[in-house]
């Protein structure tokens, strides 16, 4: 059985499904492990949250939470705007209500609208979201979305908002909390770790991070981890999709 790990597919439909059909994913013999970022910056958020749903329910894929899947959930159910609005919520919105917030001029009646709209509509979009768990564990790795808390006596202490937003304590500091299990996450742009957009191997070998900054144009990464442990790295580059 394979391993196919993504992250950070932020609306990107198409890239999401050419990947799928680039590694030949079978559900009857891979597993699929999802690590969150499924809404916001691309244009078919709605499309991403419905086909994941739909895998994770008829094919039993590991589906992760990330920090933008819970920013929308907060605006939803608590009133927490402010923070999804300036990470992406416009495209996410316009995905699920068809308006363009960049041809009319933003009212926040007009949002409140909107979410009402996706509350009626989409209520089972959002209870799906909200449900997510935070980390997937298997017996040589911790997959979660922003990685974990190298500062605690185990790993599985980690705050809920670190597994979700931790950046530089995580990638900057070599772990020793996890059994020697490696961490394979997203939420930081590999190119902030070294000079591509591919997947990046940390020198310690206890970090693989694979978010290749779909939403901005650049790629999709897939991680393959063979039966033997062997890594392949699968990509999806801008201009590279086929329309779903």
Known sequence: MRTLAISDIHGCYDQFNTMLEKVNYNPGSDKLILLGDYVDRGIKSRQVVEQVKSLREEHGVIALKGNHDQMFVDAMLKGEDELWLNNGAYQTVESYCGFDFFEEQFEWDTYEKAKAFILKHYEHHIEFLDSLPYYHETDNYIFAHAGINPFYSTWEHTPDDDFLWIRSIFYKNKITNTDNKKVVFG??????????????????????????????????????????????????????????
């Open 187 to 244: 939420h930081t742009p590999t190119s902030y770790l070294q000079e591509s957009d591919g997947i990046w191997f940390s020198p310690d070998g206890d970090k693989i991070g694979i978010d290749g900054a779909c939403a901005y144009g650049r790629r999709l990464n897939c991680l393959e981890i063979t039966e033997e442990g062997i890594y392949i790295e699968h990509t999806v580059k801008k201009g590279e999709t086929r329309n779903v």
